[in-house]
């Protein structure tokens, strides 16, 4: 419950004082001038610097950021001429492949025809060879059938019998 006492009290607080008022605000007043003085000036300068220290870490992150993009502009450059040589040098690993493939392939057809041509060279001699020798022993065969014509008498019967001796050796001499 509220008494007078109160009610006086609540009366007090909300009635002007003058005297009050005037000492309040000379109070706020040099509060205010000494913080002016001594704190007013420390602040500004404390929140200008973070201010400015704030706008340097935005202007860093600008520079930075820029400086990024015109590196990844650089590293995307870079990697398509990187994929233009990779390119470049497949096709000329290709082509070179071809032109070693074809170049190998004209040297073993001339290999083969060089050893052809040898061989048929080697048969043409084994040829002339084994019909030197042929003559040679026809030579011979005839040689000696004249000889044994010649020492014998030359009947037809007789004559006969030696023809085939000789055919008979000739046959056997070739076997």
Known sequence: ?????????????????PGLIFWTALTFVIVLLILKKIAWGPILNALEEREKGIQSSIDRAHQAKDEAEAILRKNRELLAKADAE?????????????????????????????????????????KRRALDVLRNEVADLAVRGAEKIIRNTLDAEMQKKIVDSMLQDFATKRN
């Open 1 to 17: 419950m509220l008494t007078s006492g109160t009610i006086l009290l609540a009366g007090s607080l909300l009635s002007p004082n």
């Open 86 to 126: 990779a390119d470049k040098i497949i096709r000329e690993g290709k082509d070179y492949a071809d032109k070693f493939r074809a170049d190998l392939s004209e040297k073993a057809q001339a290999e083969a025809k060089k050893m052809i041509a040898m061989a048929k060279d080697e048969i043409e001699q084994e």
